[in-house]
């Protein structure tokens, strides 16, 4: 056990080179091969077959009795500082109840807790039987719509930059969006208490954000001290809010709840779970405010989309915020930004560790290896999305709506992985996007000293688990006027 983590230690310190640059690999390695066959790239003497042909990533998706995905999500555990023993019991399959707890109500096949974790994921976020995710989309909408109030922005000592009675003159589109969907995600998963624990929590979010790379590739801990400080920081303030009485903590959501008793019932002590739950902290958190950030980068730098828009919002009733039946029926060309946003500005693949010889794409891929189903490089094939693919176009998915069904798009993953938060992060986007522009005249605003501002770039050689980040210190300024004032 011992020997294997080492190896995976150097395994994936000896990634890193190939992840900061793997786009422009996986291209080569696709350059003389138009068929888009399995190929296989050798990383310290581990095999990954990359595998990049919609024919075959299906193969993939469907085939769960020789490939697997736990040993990712142990790693994730791991690299996220849960010990190695925490790891071994949450994996054990039954799970090694304490001798005074008997076996519980919420697991009746005796799944691991790994398992566990992703079948709670499914009850919480999807519909089916027993679904919890009415009250937590009904929670998350209603934070969204609360902490965009102009009374909440106006004095929000967190959004920066000078003010007027009615409007915000210049502050950061980024961390707008942030202040409003990090504190949203925050207070849905694990209710009140725990921000209040942490004032500093939207900034050591961010610290995490920016440095989880370097947890997840295992940097050596000299070039890690921000990774490891932000990480720590978080496991501290998840520990302490275990540590309260559950009466507390009755506004947390259900998933929380019985991941909780779950972890309890093996013995897991508050600062375990804290450290087993850090990268859900950094699922829910991580990716829709990123996402509200690139759409609105597009709307508001191109004003014939920005009026198009605005339109769409507005049609039904002008005279009130768009309801999320108009926003998900009756705004095609919104809907179509935000397929265009997950196409060009997610970067993340899908893992599977080869269990026995498997057959794909009409070649054996050996036992041991693993494969890679590196999305990005699908997202931009000119075979697919035409001869502009590698161009943003907002009207991309009205023009071409079964786009959105191709096998060759996949922003939330896919198969037994595929993203259980894809619906619920719509609509935290259209919630966004739709209460802030009916509420608000964004506009961008010139650089200091005069002209225009630059595009954010975005930041592609960072390993991601969706959304892309902007290069360090790239953002857009923008003023925030409340509407009819
Ligand atoms: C724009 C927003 C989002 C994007 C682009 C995104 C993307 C992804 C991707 C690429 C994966 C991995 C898929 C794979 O390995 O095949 C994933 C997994 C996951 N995401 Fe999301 N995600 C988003 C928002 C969310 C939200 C808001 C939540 C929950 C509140 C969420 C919950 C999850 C969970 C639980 C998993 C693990 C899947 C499982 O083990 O069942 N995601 N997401």
Same mark, same amino acid.
């Given at each position: ?100 707890? %008997? ?56 959004? %920066? ?237 009205? %023009? ?86």
């Amino acid at each position: 056990m011992m020997q294997r983590h080492y190896l995976i230690g150097y395994l994936v310190r000896s990634a890193i080179g190939f992840f900061n640059s793997s786009h422009a690999v996986i291209q080569s390695g696709l350059e003389n091969n138009p068929n888009r066959d399995p190929f296989k790239v050798t990383i310290a003497g581990q095999g990954f077959y990359i595998v990049t042909n919609p024919d075959h990533v299906i193969e993939v998706y469907k085939n769960k009795t020789t490939l697997s995905f736990d040993v990712f999500v142990e790693d994730l555990m791991l690299s996220c500082g849960a010990s190695r023993e925490t790891v071994a019991k949450m994996a054990m399959s039954p799970p090694p109840y304490v001798s005074d707890t %008997k076996a519980s109500s919420l697991n009746p096949h005796g799944k691991s807790l790994v398992g566990l974790a992703v079948d709670f994921h499914h009850t919480q976020l999807l519909p089916g039987p027993n679904s919890q995710v009415a009250p937590l989309t009904s929670a998350f909408l209603g934070h969204i719509t609360e902490f965009l109030a102009w009374k909440n922005i106006r004095d929000d000592a967190k959004i %920066k930059g000078p003010r007027t009675p009615t409007s915000i003159e210049r502050t950061s589109l980024l961390r707008f969006c942030g202040r409003v969907l990090i504190e949203a995600g925050t207070r849905t998963y694990w209710g009140e208490r725990l921000w209040q624990l942490a004032p500093n929590m939207l900034e050591t979010f961010y610290d995490l954000d920016h440095t989880v790379w370097k947890l997840l590739f295992r940097f050596p801990p000299m070039f890690s001290k921000d990774a490891n400080l932000a990480r720590d920081t978080i496991i501290d303030i998840l520990g302490k809010y275990y540590k309260l009485p559950l009466h507390q903590r009755e506004d947390a959501a259900w998933w929380t709840k019985a991941m909780e008793a779950e972890s309890r019932a093996i013995g897991l002590t508050e600062q375990e779970m804290a450290a087993t739950i850090l990268i859900i902290y950094f699922v829910v958190n991580g990716n829709t405010y990123k996402m509200c950030f690139w759409v609105l980068c597009h709307i508001l730098s191109n004003p014939t989309l920005h009026t198009a828009i605005k339109a769409e919002l507005s049609a039904s009733n002008p005279t009130a915020e768009p309801s999320m039946q108009h926003l998900t029926t009756h705004c095609p060309l919104l809907d179509s930004t935000l397929s265009e946003v997950l196409r060009l500005y997610t970067s993340s693949a899908s893992m599977r560790y080869i269990d026995a010889d498997t057959p794909i794409g009409g070649k054996l891929l050996r036992k041991g290896n693993r494969i890679m189903l590196p999305y990005r490089s699908m997202h931009e094939n000119p075979d697919v999305f035409g001869h502009d693919a590698a161009t943003f176009d907002a009207a991309r998915f009205v %023009k071409a709506p079964a786009l959105r069904r191709n096998a060759s798009y996949h922003p939330f993953g896919g198969g037994a992985t595929l993203c259980a938060g894809r619906f619920l992060a719509r609509q935290e986007v259209l919630r966004f996007i739709g209460t802030a522009l009916y509420l608000y005249d964004i506009e961008l605003v010139e650089k200091v000293g005069g002209g225009k501002q630059k595009f954010p770039r975005v930041d592609g050689f960072k390993p991601t688990f969706g959304m892309m980040a902007t290069l360090e210190g790239d953002d857009f300024e923008v003023s925030i006027t409340a509407r009819g004032s």
